[in-house]
């Protein structure tokens, strides 16, 4: 289920109304908790993992989307992720969901939909701008105009 943060958590009624209107649900009804101590990325990376290695692979969204979940988080946690690969993450997630056999693709898109939406500053702070050679910048003072073009890189 997607995640919630503590300040939700807090004043939230568990039942199935109060968690839709916050955007979240009961699922199963296991709820796991994440004390401040953890970091938060490297725990969804991880649940990210097992959801890769946990699928069938029968349905192509949840067997190349939680890949591509895993390996984006990962390079969050590791700061090798840009911020282009925020907006990535975000369209793989709803590229899974809704568009697979069973209730799996669901389970692996929407805990890292609930870190998008609640940790986002936390993803953006380990993220950093594209490489220059693909920035589309008019700065002579600084390189050679011809070596950003991608013909020459």
Same mark, same amino acid.
């Given at each position: 289920?997607?995640?919630?943060?503590?300040?939700?958590?807090e004043?939230?009624?568990?039942?199935?109304?109060?968690?839709?209107?916050?955007?979240?649900?009961?699922?199963?009804?296991?709820?796991?908790?994440?004390n401040?101590?953890?970091?938060?990325?490297?725990?969804?990376?991880?649940?990210?993992?097992?959801? !890769?290695?946990?699928?069938?692979?029968?349905?192509?969204?949840?067997? =190349? %989307?939680?890949? *591509?979940?895993y390996?984006? #988080?990962? /390079?969050?946690?590791?700061?090798?992720?840009?911020?282009?690969?925020?907006?990535?993450?975000?369209?793989?997630? !709803?590229?899974?969901?809704?568009?697979?056999?069973?209730?799996?693709? =669901? %389970?692996?898109? *929407?805990?890292?939909?609930? #870190?998008? /939406?609640?940790?986002?500053?936390?993803i953006?702070?380990?993220?950093?701008?594209?490489?220059?050679?693909?920035? !589309?910048?008019?700065?002579?003072?600084?390189?050679?105009?011809?070596?950003?073009?991608?013909?020459?890189?």
């Amino acid at each position: 289920m997607p995640l919630l943060p503590k300040k939700i958590c807090e004043t939230i009624t568990m039942d199935f109304d109060s968690l839709i209107e916050n955007k979240s649900g009961l699922g199963t009804a296991g709820i796991v908790v994440i004390n401040k101590d953890q970091d938060i990325i490297a725990c969804m990376a991880r649940i990210a993992r097992f959801y !890769k290695h946990e699928s069938c692979g029968q349905c192509t969204p949840c067997r =190349e %989307g939680a890949g *591509w979940m895993y390996r984006i #988080l990962d /390079r969050v946690e590791k700061r090798k992720a840009t911020f282009n690969d925020i907006d990535l993450l975000s369209d793989v997630t !709803k590229q899974i969901e809704g568009h697979t056999i069973c209730a799996f693709g =669901e %389970g692996s898109a *929407w805990p890292v939909q609930g #870190l998008l /939406r609640h940790f986002r500053k936390e993803i953006e702070s380990r993220c950093r701008e594209e490489p220059l050679i693909k920035k !589309k910048i008019n700065n002579p003072y600084l390189v050679d105009q011809h070596l950003l073009e991608n013909k020459n890189a």
